[in-house]
């Protein structure tokens, strides 16, 4: 199980950038973020419906899980990863592609199982 994963929330940055944004975020960067060292996944969900009458914040929910002890370890190897442009082959640059509309690490806390 991760004891750590990295939410994040975000949008293409316009409607015309929608293609761009599956191509270089949906295509490429999530899978790249996912093969930092101490990562595990990398996993986005698209809004299919909001719930009841809550204000939808985002369109896209990004979770990475991770095995790193702290967010500030966690963050380390995610800039150290992203700052190296031999890391991941074929990176590609989001630069437009998307708008970042929150983000944070979260640490484990506790889950629930049920029995199928």
Do not use: Q
Not at 2 to 24: H, N, S
Not at 50 to 75: G, Q
Not at 76 to 84: E, P, R, V
Not at 106 to 112: D, G, M, S, V
């Amino acid at each position: 199980m991760a004891k750590m994963i990295l939410v994040g929330l975000v949008e293409p940055p316009t409607a015309e950038a929608d293609e761009r944004f599956r191509e270089r975020y949906l295509g490429n960067h999530i899978e790249d973020i996912a093969n930092c060292p101490g990562f595990l996944s990398g996993t986005v969900y698209e809004l299919d419906h909001p719930h009841d009458d809550f204000p939808v914040i985002s369109r896209f929910l990004t979770i990475y899980e991770l095995e790193a002890d702290t967010w500030e370890e966690a963050d380390a190897n995610l800039k150290a990863w992203i700052s190296d442009p031999d890391a991941y082959p074929g990176r590609l640059s989001g630069e437009g592609a998307l708008s970042i509309v929150g983000s944070g690490w979260y640490k484990f806390e506790r889950a629930y199982h049920t029995r199928a």
